[in-house]
DNA sequence: TGGATAAATTCACGGCGTCAACAAAACCCG
DNA sequence: CGGGTTTTGTTGACGCCGTGAATTTATCCA
């Protein structure tokens, strides 16, 4: 949430207010009360009964009964009211496509993913079957009286700030209108509908699974998939660049070869050239995980590699974007314990600040489907981004 | 200037529209009546009248004569008031040291440059000469009856958060904590002093340069000097990432050996290895540009080779960071001509967006000592984004 | 001289957060 | 068993801010 470049006026205020105190409520361990929320977000008192009080009104906060304190008097404490609001997180990827539906607090309430081989599928038909599942989800959200917030798809590929797929090289789609892609039942009846990139809504998604040990975490997430994408996290928010297509980490160059081709990194680290390296050209992933198990040299040597270049990649990524934390997720979060210890050590040869910040490796957290988890969420932070607002649709509709 | 995550009250959002109002009468081509204000920022007349009052009180601000419009009453042209503030801008960098002031509207308003070698330099005494510099340059501005609203020193080196600069390899320096370096009647006297890397302050100053054209450039600017950095700027904001640290393009590999070992941009690019390259090992700059001139295919290669090395990173800066447009500045700004062309051609061979978004290439506007002159912006950039706050520190001294 | 036009000002109004006072609901201790 | 204590939650006066409509000011033009 940036300050706007705009004048700013009472309702703005309130409205920036509202979202703090809902904020407070939300990321609570607890369930507070309102003079907690006085205390942590630091309005008086008098101002947070009567911002909660509005929240309340919305429907997006509840009241538990009164609870006795050690001292004084007993203290109500305010809950987000799960079932009153339904975010839709959708996506298209390679070898499968999905939508899951979140609450309020972040908690999954209908999910369905179906497996297919999507690599040169038509998108019609595509975005036909993800309707289908859409309706699906929406029906089960409805049936338990839940408002739909809105929703965000997911595509592997580039997409520019007017919602229009570039290219999708994996899927083979390409200049594609994604939104115009979707029928009206799905797009229309939801407020809001936008679509970003897979690797984006996936750090968005890390975001969320690090906050109760860091509110504003600052990483870069690389996501491994048939190609390597990823995102930058600064202070807990995703950087998508001026196209929002920043964090492409698979084309960058990670070497040479005697012959003054450049390698990049998808051409030692991509699924593809992964497993051909691997002596498994065309395999699944999890023959290669087999192999690993069983400590197939060659295997090995080839997953050795591939962190080696990661590790040079991400060296880019810490001189030129300054951040001290790797996150491995997609594949790679699979292939970490053998992939880390190469990355590491490409990472701390070539950093020249590791001596003050060394770039930790870690493993991705989000869990699977990261990026319908992720699209959910910004739907969500939109929402509590400007409550006001929100309620204000809902009385509409 | 983020929003805050704190509570907002009516002080800061008056804080805002002050700020707001402030910036458009800076930015302002000709100057503007209180009617335009209005109707840029897009508060009430009302509003605005308070407002340009109070920046007149503060004396930001001055009113013109009214000046006849083709129809209905006279308009009171609006201008910042020249002499007010004087804003300082210090450098120590590999080759000179200066300090220089800006006025509220960026006019240079006073300026010294020693020029030395300062490789192995003591700190100690470098910070004493800076200061006899300094001292200078703020009897000059005070002569003139203008206020000094603050200070930021440019440094070739990582500075991280805390105002230490970790390491400076071309000036020796390591560990240094800059604020006490200083002496106090160069720190005290001054309201905010803070201390920044040179090449993204030399961004801050490309910014400014490229205002009439474009209110929120974006672009990565490369600092080419004896080591090479650069600096990522998003819709006119310089991101510096977590510690402070970003853009240490330098650093960023470019190649291998046959022997496996890797090339990183410096050495290929930067100055040393470039004269080296070029068959001129530890000669000056000037020889350099002498040779080019005079077309020596030894020199040309070297810096064709450097341009080649130098598009190879910037295609990892563009697939990480998504940019659009790379300034080339310091040496590489002389070099320009000749170094241009196989950048732009590395860039279009290598990066997979060059279709729909291709990095154009240009060289850098900011002219001499950017880092100065970026230092000085960025203390006028926090006046102008709190001019409340400053009548009150100055109503206290 | 009167009308048109547009800048600048004035003022009543409603919204918002603060502050201080107060009410409410527990607990403790004599 | 009842007053004192403590903390929560509410209330109302207050001041500040931007809005919007009405008003004043200043110039040009017919």
């Not at 339904?86 to 939508?99: H, I, P, R, S």
């Not at 338990?144 to 700030?161: K, R, V, W, Y």
């Not at 919602?163 to 797009?187: C, F, I, K, M, Y």
């Not at 990194?265 to 593809?272: K, N, P, S, W």
């Amino acid at each position: 949430m940036s300050a706007p470049v705009a004048p700013v006026r009472q309702d703005w205020m309130r409205e920036h207010n509202l979202s703090l105190a809902l904020l407070v409520v939300l990321r609570a361990a607890e369930p507070v009360s309102r003079a907690q929320v006085a205390a942590l977000t630091g309005l008086s008192r008098a101002a947070v009964t009567n911002i909660v009080d509005r929240l309340v009104e919305t429907g997006l906060v509840r009241e538990l009964a009164p609870v006795a304190l050690p001292r004084g008097r007993p203290a109500v404490p305010l809950v987000p009211v799960r079932g009153a609001v339904a975010a839709l997180g959708l996506e298209v990827n390679v070898d499968y496509l999905g939508v899951r539906a979140f609450d309020l607090t972040g908690e999954l309430v209908a999910e369905q993913v179906v497996h297919a081989d999507l690599r040169g599928s038509d998108p019609q038909e595509v975005a036909a079957r993800l309707a289908e599942v859409a309706a699906e989800v929406r029906a089960a959200v409805l049936a338990q009286g839940s408002q739909i917030a809105g929703g965000t798809l997911a595509l592997p590929g580039l997409i520019d700030s007017s919602s229009v797929l570039r290219t999708a090289p994996n899927l083979g789609w390409r200049d594609l209108d994604a939104l115009q892609l979707l029928p009206a039942e799905v797009v229309g009846g939801v407020v809001g509908f936008t679509v970003a990139n897979e690797a984006d809504l996936a750090a968005r998604a890390e975001v969320r699974a690090r906050l109760h040990e860091n509110e504003k975490p600052s990483f870069f997430y690389v996501s491994g998939e048939i190609g390597i994408g990823g995102a930058r996290v600064l202070a807990g928010e995703v950087n998508a660049g001026r196209h929002g297509w920043a964090g492409e980490i698979g084309h960058v160059v990670v070497g040479s070869t005697p012959g003054a081709g450049l390698i990049r990194l998808e051409d030692v680290a991509g699924q593809h050239a992964l497993l051909a390296a691997a002596g498994r050209p065309g395999a699944a992933l999890t023959e290669l995980l087999a192999a690993l198990e069983s400590a197939d040299a060659q295997a090995l040597a080839a997953v050795g590699e591939a962190g080696r270049a990661l590790g040079i990649a991400l060296s880019a990524v810490a001189h030129i974007s300054d951040v001290d934390e790797a996150v491995l997720g997609g594949t790679f979060a699979s292939l970490f314990d053998v992939l880390a210890g190469p990355v590491e050590q490409a990472l701390a040869e070539l950093v020249v600040f590791s001596d003050w910040a060394p770039v930790r490796v870690s493993r991705a957290r989000a869990g699977d489907y990261a990026a319908m988890t992720g699209a959910a969420c910004t739907v969500i932070d939109r929402l509590v981004a400007s409550p006001a607002l929100w309620s204000l649709a809902r009385s509409r509709s």
